[in-house]
C-alpha cells in the first residue's frame, strides 16, 4: 500500500467578537407595551420593554415561548395589525419613530431601514414565484429600476450569501432549493435594501447543526460587511454564547436582565437566567444533573403580582417584606458593575450565584 | 439455545439481547413524474442499520434531518414492515409478524412522540386517552381503570385529579407527560423515544428529561433515544450511534463517542455545535466545514455514503462500501476507510 496522505479537513474558527463601542444607538425601544384585546381579556405580550442598539452590534433576545421576544421584535417593524393591538411607547429606528407610523410610511420604512429573517424558510417564502422574482419584488419596491437591473442585483445578492451559480438559481422556485439554500435565500431577499437593522426570529432553529453553523458564520460576516445592527432572537444559549455582544433575557413579557454577553452567561443575577443555564446539558465536561425550573410560564391573561417569576423562583423566600410578591422589582445595576442590569430583589446576587449556583451548573 | 414462551404469549431465546436489528432496509417507493411515470425510484431511507439494545439500557440515536432515525422508530416499533433484513425482539424476529401475533409485543415496545399537541386526540379525556391504552393490552388492574390511571398520570407528575380534562388544558410539558403515562400504561420493557423534548421550552425540557431518568432508573426501562441535540443525548445515553443517510457510521460508549470520534462526519457533527462555554474562557473550537448538502436517498452515493463531503475520501471510498467494525484504536465501531481518533481536540475541554 503507497503511503496515504490523510487530508485534513476545512476548519474554521469564529473569530472572538470585537466590540464596538461608545456609537449612538440606531434602535432605541422605550417602555413598549404590546397588548391584545381577546374575549378574555387583555392579553399583555411585552410590558415596558426599553434597550437601545447601535450600529454594528448584535443583541440577542432569549426567551421561552410567551415571553414577548417575537412580539416585540414584530412590533419593530409595525408588523402587528393596528386594528387588534394595542401598542403604546416608542420605537425609534435611526431617528424615526416606529409606533403610529402611517402605513405608507411603513411601506417605505420595511425592507429599506430594518428587515427581517423568520424562523421557517419554507412557509416564508412564497411557493408560486421564482426566488428572483421575490428578490427583485422587494428591490424594485424601493428602487426605480428596471428588471434587468433589479434581477442583476438579485443574482448578486444570491452569490454573496454563498449560493453556487446564482445566476441558474435565480430562476428557480423555493422547492427546489434545500433548507439551508432556502435560508440564505431570505437572508439575501431581507438584504437586498442594505438595511441598517435586521431582525432574525430564530433564523437557525429549523435547520441541522451543520447548516445552522454556516448562516451564524454568514449573518455575522454580512454584519461585518454591511455595518448594520442585529437583533437576534432565539432560545439556544449556545449560539448566543458565539455570535451576540449583548444578551437581553426576557420572561412573561419583560425584560428581567441586560448587559454583555460574557458577563450575563458567564455570572448571571436574575434566578430565571440562572434556571435556564441549570436546564442545558452541555457537549463537553462532566456530565451532571440537570436543575430544572418548576412549574411553567405565567398566563399572559393574569400576571402574577409582584415580580412574575416569584411563582417559580426559589430565592423569594430569602427576600424579607415580601417584597417578591408585592412589588415588580426595577430593571436596574444590582452590583457594582453599571454596564449590566436585573430585574430582582435578590440582595447580592453576585455571591449567591457563585457560592450556590455555579457548583451546580451542569 | 432454548426458547421460553411467556404468559402474555411472548417467545424468549435465553441469552438474547433485548432488541436486535440486522442488517434493517427500508425502502419507499418515490412517485415518478406523469401518468407513464417509469421506472420507479426507491428512497432509500435506512439502508442496512445494525443495533442492539440490552434491557435497561438507553440507546441514543443522532442525526440530521433524513439520516433516517425517524425512519428506525417507527420499524423497531413495527409501524413500518422492513423491506429487508431482520428486528428481533428477545430473540424472536417480528419483523413481518402478522398483526395479531404482533400484539403482545407491542405492548412491550411503546413510542413517545416528538409533538405533544398532534399525538394527543383533541376529543378525548385524559383519563380516556391513558385508559385506552390500558384496555388495548388487557391490562386493566383488580382495582379499576380509574385507579390505575390516576396512578399513572401521578408518576408522571400530573395531578391526579385532573384525568377528566382534555389535552388543550394542558401545557406542552404537561400533554408529554400524557404521553409518557400512556406509554408507561403498558408497562413496556423498551420505549422508542422520537425527539421527545425538542418541541418543548429549555425549561421544560430539563423537567421531561429529569422525568424520563427517573424511570429508567426506577422502572428498569430500555430506551431507543432519537434526538438531534446532541446535548441532550449525551446527558440521557449509555450508548450513542450516528446516522448519516440511511446508514449508521458511528456507534460506541457515549464517552468515547464524544471524546474521541472516529468517524469524520461524527468529528463534523460535533464541532458544528455551538458551545456555551466560550464565554467561560473555552477557547473556540475548530469548526469543520461540510461542502455541499447532504445526497438525496434516491440516489445515493456507490461505496462510503459519506465520500461526497469527506476531506479523507480516495478512490476506495466509491469502490469499497466500508463496515461498521471495531479499529484497532479507539472504543467505537466505525464505517470509514480512514477512520482515526481527531487529530486535534476538536471537541473543547471542560473548564
Redesign the interface.
Same mark, same amino acid.
Given at each position: 500500500m503507497t503511503e496515504?496522505t &490523510?487530508?485534513?479537513? =476545512?476548519?474554521?474558527?469564529?473569530?472572538?467578537r470585537t466590540r464596538a463601542e461608545g456609537e449612538e444607538a440606531y434602535l432605541e425601544v422605550t417602555d413598549l407595551h404590546v397588548q391584545f384585546p381577546t374575549a378574555d381579556g387583555r392579553v399583555q405580550a411585552v410590558q415596558g420593554l426599553s434597550y437601545s442598539l447601535p450600529l454594528r452590534r448584535t443583541l440577542a433576545i432569549v426567551g421561552?415561548?410567551g415571553s414577548g421576544k417575537s412580539v416585540s421584535s414584530m412590533a419593530i417593524l409595525g408588523l402587528h395589525d393596528r386594528k387588534s393591538t394595542w401598542i403604546s411607547g416608542s420605537i425609534k429606528v435611526g431617528g424615526k419613530e416606529v409606533v403610529g407610523m402611517s402605513e405608507k410610511d411603513l411601506m417605505s420604512y420595511r425592507g429599506a431601514d430594518a428587515a427581517m429573517i423568520f424562523q421557517d424558510p419554507q412557509s416564508s417564502l412564497h411557493p408560486f414565484f421564482t426566488i428572483g422574482d421575490q428578490i427583485t419584488e422587494s428591490y424594485r419596491a424601493h428602487h426605480n429600476v428596471s428588471k434587468r437591473a433589479a434581477k442583476a442585483r438579485a443574482v448578486d445578492m444570491l452569490g454573496r450569501v454563498g449560493i453556487p451559480n446564482p445566476s441558474r438559481r435565480v430562476d428557480q422556485y423555493p422547492h427546489e432549493f434545500?433548507?439551508?439554500?432556502r435560508q440564505r435565500a431570505m437572508i439575501a431577499m431581507a438584504l437586498v435594501n442594505d438595511p441598517k437593522l435586521l431582525i432574525a426570529d430564530e433564523p437557525t432553529t429549523a435547520l441541522?447543526?451543520?447548516?445552522?453553523?454556516?448562516i451564524?458564520d454568514l449573518i455575522a460576516d454580512l454584519q461585518r460587511d454591511f455595518g448594520s445592527a442585529v437583533v437576534f432572537i432565539t @432560545?439556544? *444559549?449556545?449560539? &448566543?454564547?458565539?455570535i451576540a455582544d449583548d444578551i437581553l433575557v426576557m420572561y412573561g413579557g419583560n425584560a428581567v436582565e441586560h448587559g454583555p &454577553?460574557?458577563k450575563i452567561?458567564?455570572a448571571p443575577l436574575h434566578p430565571y437566567s440562572w434556571? *435556564?443555564?441549570?436546564?442545558? !446539558? %452541555?457537549?463537553?465536561?462532566?456530565?451532571g444533573?440537570? +436543575? !430544572?425550573?418548576?412549574g411553567?410560564?405565567p398566563s399572559l391573561l393574569a400576571m402574577p403580582s409582584g415580580c412574575a417569576f416569584h411563582p417559580r423562583c426559589e430565592f423569594r423566600d430569602r427576600v424579607g417584606g415580601d417584597l417578591c410578591r408585592t412589588l415588580k422589582p426595577e430593571l436596574i445595576p444590582r452590583t457594582a458593575d453599571q454596564g449590566r442590569t436585573s430585574r430582582c430583589h435578590l440582595k447580592e446576587p453576585d455571591k449567591v450565584f457563585e457560592t450556590e449556583v455555579l457548583p451546580r451548573l451542569? | 439455545m432454548t426458547t421460553t414462551t411467556e404468559k402474555s404469549g411472548i417467545k424468549r431465546v435465553e441469552g438474547a439481547p433485548l432488541l436486535e436489528l440486522n442488517d434493517v432496509k427500508m425502502h419507499f417507493r418515490a412517485k415518478g413524474e406523469g401518468l407513464l411515470a417509469r421506472g420507479t425510484k426507491w428512497v432509500q431511507a435506512v439502508d442496512g442499520v445494525s443495533l442492539s439494545v440490552q434491557p435497561g439500557e438507553t440507546l441514543g440515536l443522532v442525526g440530521?434531518?433524513g439520516c433516517g432515525k425517524s425512519t428506525t422508530a417507527r420499524l423497531i416499533t413495527r409501524l413500518l414492515e422492513p423491506t429487508a433484513g431482520e428486528i428481533k425482539y428477545q430473540g424472536v424476529d417480528i419483523a413481518h409478524m402478522s398483526e395479531r401475533k404482533l400484539r403482545p409485543y407491542r405492548r412491550e415496545i411503546q413510542l413517545i412522540f416528538q409533538d405533544p399537541y398532534s399525538s394527543l386526540n383533541p376529543r378525548h379525556t385524559v383519563g380516556t386517552i391513558v385508559g385506552t391504552a390500558l384496555r388495548t393490552h388487557g391490562m386493566v388492574p383488580k382495582g379499576g381503570e380509574l385507579k390505575r390511571v390516576q396512578e399513572l398520570l401521578e408518576v408522571v407528575g400530573l395531578n391526579p385529579e385532573h384525568y377528566n380534562r382534555y389535552p388543550h388544558e394542558f401545557?406542552?410539558? =404537561?400533554r408529554q407527560r400524557i404521553g409518557i403515562a400512556r406509554a408507561l400504561a403498558a408497562r413496556p420493557k423498551i420505549i422508542v423515544a422520537d425527539e421527545p423534548v425538542s418541541a418543548l421550552?429549555?425549561?421544560? $425540557? %430539563? $423537567?421531561v428529561?429529569?422525568l424520563l431518568e427517573n424511570l429508567r432508573k426506577e422502572l428498569g426501562i430500555a430506551f431507543v433515544f432519537i434526538a @438531534?441535540d446532541?446535548?441532550?443525548v449525551? +446527558?440521557?445515553c449509555d450508548r450513542v450511534a450516528v446516522m448519516y443517510l440511511g446508514r449508521m457510521v458511528e456507534e460506541g460508549p457515549r464517552d468515547a463517542l464524544?471524546e474521541t470520534p472516529q468517524h469524520?462526519y461524527t468529528?463534523? *457533527? *460535533?464541532?458544528?455545535?455551538?458551545?456555551?462555554?466560550?464565554?467561560?474562557g473555552?477557547p !473556540?473550537? @475548530?469548526?469543520?466545514?461540510? &461542502?455541499g448538502?447532504v445526497p438525496s436517498p434516491v440516489d445515493p452515493p456507490s461505496g462510503c455514503r459519506f465520500r461526497t463531503r469527506c476531506?479523507?475520501a480516495?478512490d476506495i471510498c466509491a469502490t469499497a462500501d466500508p463496515a461498521l467494525e471495531r479499529k484497532p484504536v479507539g472504543d467505537t465501531v466505525v464505517a470509514c476507510h480512514?477512520a482515526?481518533p481527531p487529530?486535534e481536540s476538536i471537541?473543547?475541554?471542560?473548564?
Open positions: 496515504q &490523510v487530508r485534513a479537513p =476545512q476548519t474554521v474558527t469564529r473569530a472572538p421561552e415561548s434545500s433548507g439551508g439554500m441541522d447543526v451543520t447548516v445552522q453553523a454556516q451564524l @432560545h439556544d *444559549l449556545g449560539v &448566543v454564547a458565539e &454577553v460574557e452567561l458567564g434556571g *435556564l443555564l441549570e436546564s442545558i !446539558p %452541555a457537549v463537553s465536561g462532566t456530565p444533573p440537570l +436543575h !430544572p425550573i418548576p411553567s410560564p451542569p | 440530521e434531518s401545557s406542552g410539558g =404537561q421550552d429549555v425549561s421544560i $425540557q %430539563a $423537567q428529561m429529569n @438531534h446532541l446535548g441532550v449525551r +446527558h440521557f464524544y469524520p468529528q463534523a *457533527l *460535533l464541532s458544528a455545535v455551538p458551545d456555551i462555554g466560550v464565554v467561560r473555552v !473556540p473550537k @475548530h469548526r469543520i466545514r461540510l &461542502v448538502d476531506w479523507k480516495e480512514f482515526e487529530v471537541v473543547a475541554e471542560a473548564v
